[in-house]
């Protein structure tokens, strides 16, 4: 079984940037997919970036050009830079993983961390 574990949320004004991190324990995700989800209040789970194994990267359309998605393998662990933040990125960022494309049925999620972007 894997645990994926976020950290880095916070609240954080329009403008700032704020960076997240996952980390798996037990088990290697060196192969899979992983990547980050976000739930807004009375909205669906929605897509935000995912990275290969080798470090291919896509990303929603949304957050292009603000937000970066890597990956270190070594440490088993991926990172979310989040730049140039907007209240509509408020909601629970959740971490993903996946042996194939993630998708809402990923295989693995961890519990989220809350990001709250004031006006």
């Known amino acids: 079984q894997v645990t994926l574990v976020e950290s880095g949320g916070g609240l954080v004004q329009a403008g700032d940037s704020l960076r997240l991190s996952c980390g798996a324990s037990?088990?290697?995700?060196?192969?899979?997919?992983m990547g980050w989800y976000r739930q807004a209040p009375g909205k669906e789970r929605e897509f935000v970036a995912s990275?290969?194994?080798?470090?291919?990267?896509s990303y929603a359309d949304s957050v292009k050009g603000r937000f970066t998605i890597s990956r270190d393998n070594a440490k088993n662990t991926v990172h979310l830079q989040m730049n140039s933040l907007k209240t509509e990125d408020t909601g629970v960022y959740y971490c993903?993983?996946?042996?194939?494309?993630?998708?809402?049925?990923?295989?693995?999620w961890g519990q989220g961390t809350q990001v709250t972007v004031s006006s």
């Open positions: 990275v290969t194994w080798n470090s291919e990267t």
């Open positions: 993903a993983a996946n042996p194939k494309a993630l998708t809402l049925r990923s295989a693995y």
């Open positions: 037990r088990r290697t995700l060196n192969a899979y997919y």
